[in-house]
């Protein structure tokens, strides 16, 4: 069994954060609790981007979660490709030669093109390795795309 994980992007302090606690009241309300500086600090949910951990460790041993941007070598040169993981339905039929579609865990490449991230480790043999994030690291979508 995986362990289930979140990380929270604070859109306000632009920073990361390790949650602590989901609390869903009973009118629905989310708070997200979560510790700088060995504060407690309660946000809102719509002040944060919460982010799941995949289960999956990168080739250097670093956890991958949503948001994440994956740098995959190529198995026969030394081409690097980058690209997003992501949660949710994913479809590649009209781009892509092997069709894949269903939902969970997914790399969407920066032009668009997606793989399941199981098919990604199998077939990339773990090369693959988490090199920054979406919301920290615009300048590395921007390099690649």
């Known amino acids: ?22 609390i869903v009241d009973l009118t629905g309300k989310t708070t997200i609790a979560y510790a700088i500086e060995n504060r407690i600090i ?61 939902n969970g865990w997914y790399l969407k490449k920066i032009n668009g093109e997606c793989f399941e991230i199981r098919e990604i480790d199998d077939l990339y043999n773990g090369s693959g390795m988490s090199v920054g994030n979406i919301y920290e690291n615009l300048e590395l979508l921007r390099k690649v795309i």
């Open 1 to 22: 069994m995986r362990d289930i994980k979140f990380k929270a992007w604070d859109k306000s302090r632009n920073c990361y954060c390790k949650v602590n606690a989901i």
């Open 42 to 102: 309660d946000i809102i949910y719509e002040n944060i981007i919460l982010l799941q951990f995949t289960g999956l460790l990168d080739k250097n041993g670093k956890e991958v979660y949503e948001g994440d941007v994956f740098e995959i070598s190529g198995v026969f040169s030394k081409t690097k490709s980058y690209y997003e993981v992501c949660f949710g339905s994913y479809n590649n039929e009209d781009t892509y030669e092997d069709r894949i579609s269903g």
